[in-house]
């Protein structure tokens, strides 16, 4: 009876007028800044934190919740219309949301997202608000050893994921783990791969990399076929497509119930990343629903609703280790943390006695902000999905100005720029030689969680710590993801004396390039780590030497395919098996394109992204965003100036009030910026 009271109270706080303002504050601000890329809800949290001084407890945090809950409402948004996620978190939802648009189904897309988005937001209220009061001893038994288990297991899953190419996804997530061990060694502080960079000692951050990987592949993409996202005359009912998605969600009640269980249990788990959820969420619908093999990755409703219920109920999850023990799960979740602090509520058995209203009162908040979040998106929804009729030259000089100042938000660096750029045209090549970039971004979030707990758990447990239930149980679900797909590959062969039946001569093709050119890569980086000190170099090397196996064996087959193999896949063609694995990655629509026009417009893209750079390193960031827009629009689409002046006025104008003069963005300095100062030692006047 007393969790009732506290919850009547919690809800008799939270509608009191002026809080209930402040949670609608929240909630914009949630979405504004879920819908830009690569500025996030931790950006978001910062600012309004100042404004919360002279606010009262509940009211603060009905502001600050509202925002947390809401930001990844407006994540999927560019992941479904143009491909291009802006946060690592709905990278997942582009693998079916964009391929959904491409053929007309963008609003369906978008009412699957954020009904599902709903549904996993009230369920993680829900079960935060059950759990609160028994949660604390199941939280106390999970170590280091869970955690590094959870993130072998992780890798394994979305590595093999990559379906018909298993070779190639754990080539990149080891690659990925790789990227992730970039930096100063935790133990050692030797220096690991930083390539004489200050800019990489404390590591590479994630905003660029994954920006880099996903966006700008698909807006190269975009450019090379110029034309829009969708290219049809006929005119789509959005509204309709929108209560189809919602409708999909109750058809597929069981799976989004089943995600936001995940989304919310992992949400809880301190220490795991949130870009890892909607993934394993996802590979988890893979395996469990029916055909999912033949239709995810190209366009099954299904994939959009299990990665966004599972990413938005997970704050309602993270919420409790907070709270519970004033251990954060996030890093706005730490920020979040001391707004506690700030307003005299201490972490621990006090918020589940004497501040028990004060908590559920934050359960409201959140179920509330989700209802709210989503009910906005149904309203604005219809002028979203039409962005994906507009001209390329309409949509991409404005997507990419704001990839380029959210890719700024990693460590604030010039560095953040040329990552962005570098792993572009990395992803790029990726994407067109058949390399899936899912296991790549995964590895690297992954991938220095595994090695921070492997040494914890090493050093407090010594080797016991494999003996864990929970840890065998991982482990054994990890190896039986990376075996059965080569059993399952072995069988189809006619077994190992049908595979090495048939080895022909090798034949070489352009699409050995890539895996010859990792190959190079990772024997470079091994060469590099063999002269580091022991404890620096134990897991690099480990991860460098699977790393050159599978990508070693990846080539192989490529090599040696031989005519028996090719005949046994068109005997599964004709007879419909050959689609029983998905090739986890958004599909190319420029394939029907010559290889000299994909290469030569490619360059071309890229290098309006180079220009951009120097342009920028000239005059500053603020002046190049319409002195780009302008040319982009001009050159390339030859737009009317009644359009230009316009579109120019508007992105220029976000950029400066919102990041210049809100969000007070410390520019990367510019030559016009050095110059200036020194004229007006000359010129008094200026």
């Known amino acids: 009876m007393e969790i009732f009271d506290a919850l009547g109270q919690g809800l008799d706080i939270i509608l009191e007028p002026h809080r209930l303002l402040m949670l609608w504050g929240g909630v914009l601000a949630g979405l504004a800044l879920g819908i830009l890329p690569g500025i996030g809800g931790v950006a978001g949290t910062a600012l309004l934190l100042p404004f919360t001084f002279s606010m009262d407890a509940a009211a603060a945090m009905a502001m600050l919740l509202g925002l947390a809950a809401t930001t990844t409402h407006g994540d999927p948004i560019s992941a479904i219309v143009l491909g291009a996620p802006g946060h690592a978190a709905s990278a997942a939802t582009a693998l079916d949301g964009y391929p959904m648009t491409k053929r007309g189904e963008g609003a369906r897309a978008l009412g699957a997202a954020y009904m599902s988005a709903l549904m996993g937001g009230l369920f993680g209220a829900v079960l935060m608000a059950a759990v609160l009061p028994i949660v604390r001893p199941a939280i106390l038994f999970i170590g280091s050893p869970e955690l590094l288990a959870l993130a072998v297991f992780g890798i394994s899953m979305v590595a093999v994921l990559s379906g018909n190419t298993p070779l190639r996804g754990l080539t990149m997530a080891c690659f990925g783990v790789m990227l992730a061990m970039i930096g100063s060694d935790p133990q050692t502080g030797t220096l690991r791969w930083t390539l004489d960079s200050l800019y990489l000692w404390e ?70 990343s949130a870009a890892v959820i909607d993934w394993i969420s996802y590979g988890h619908a893979l395996k469990t629903e029916k055909g999912a093999a033949q239709t995810f990755g190209k366009g099954d409703v299904r994939g959009v609703i299990a990665a966004e219920s599972a990413t938005c109920s997970r704050e309602g999850g993270a919420l409790v280790p907070t709270i519970v023990f004033g251990v954060p799960g996030s890093a706005g979740m730490a920020i979040l943390l001391g707004a506690f602090m700030m307003h005299g509520l201490v972490p621990g058995p006090e918020m589940l006695t004497k501040n028990l209203a004060i908590t559920y009162s934050m359960v409201w908040s959140i179920a509330i902000a989700n209802v709210v979040g989503s009910g906005l998106c149904y309203v604005f929804s219809s002028q979203f999905a039409k962005l994906a009729t507009l001209r390329y030259t309409l949509i991409l000089p404005v997507v990419l100005s704001l ?26 090549a990726m994407k067109h030689f058949k390399w899936p970039r899912p296991p790549l971004v995964l590895g690297f979030i992954l991938g220095g969680i595994l090695e921070r707990y492997m040494f ?76 580091w000190n022991f404890s620096a ?7 460098g030497v699977g790393a050159l196996f599978f990508c070693g064996l990846s080539l192989a087959n490529d ?128």
């Not at 049908?498 to 060469?527: C, H, K, T, Y």
């Not at 002046?645 to 510019?670: A, E, K, N, R």
Request: hydrophobic share 50%.
């Open 203 to 272: 590591g590479m951050p994630l905003v660029p990399l994954t920006l880099g990987v996903f966006a700008l592949p698909e807006l190269c993409d975009l450019m090379v076929a110029r034309a829009a996202v969708y290219q049809s005359e006929e005119v789509q009912d959005n509204w309709r497509g929108l209560w189809q998605g919602s409708v999909d969600c109750f058809v597929h009640w069981w799976l989004v119930m089943r995600c936001s269980w995940i989304g919310s249990v992992i949400g809880a788990i301190p220490g795991i």
């Open 403 to 428: 990839v380029y100042i959210g890719a700024y938000e990693g460590h604030r660096s010039w560095g953040d720029l040329y990552s962005l750029l570098i792993f572009g045209v990395f992803a790029w």
């Open 456 to 531: 914890i758990s090493i050093q407090r447990y010594g080797v016991t710590w494999m003996t864990r239930p929970l840890v065998l149980i991982l482990f054994g679900m990890a190896l039986l993801s990376i075996v059965r797909p080569f059993l399952q590959d072995v069988k189809k062969q006619g077994g190992w004396k049908g595979m090495l039946s048939d080895l022909p001569a090798p034949r070489f093709n352009v699409m050995q390039l890539f895996p010859a050119f990792m190959l190079v890569v990772f024997a470079i980086m091994m060469a590099e780590a063999y002269t």
């Open 537 to 543: 170099k134990i897991i690099p090397m480990i991860v």
């Open 559 to 686: 090599l040696f395919k031989g005519h028996t193999h090719e005949a046994r896949e068109a005997e599964r063609i004709a007879a419909g098996e050959a689609e029983d694995k998905i090739h986890m990655d958004i599909g190319s629509n420029i394939t029907h394109l010559p290889a000299k026009t994909i290469f030569f417009r490619g360059m071309v893209f890229f290098g309006y992204l180079v220009g951009f750079l120097v342009l920028m390193a000239l005059i500053g960031l603020i002046p190049t965003v319409p002195i780009f827009v302008v040319t982009f629009m001009r050159v390339e689409g030859r737009e009317p100036w009644k359009i230009v002046i316009p579109m120019t006025l508007c992105i220029t104008g976000l950029v400066y009030g919102l990041f210049d003069q809100l969000l007070s963005i410390p520019w990367p300095g510019s030559l016009l910026g050095e110059w200036f100062p020194l004229l007006k030692e000359y010129i008094p006047s200026m």
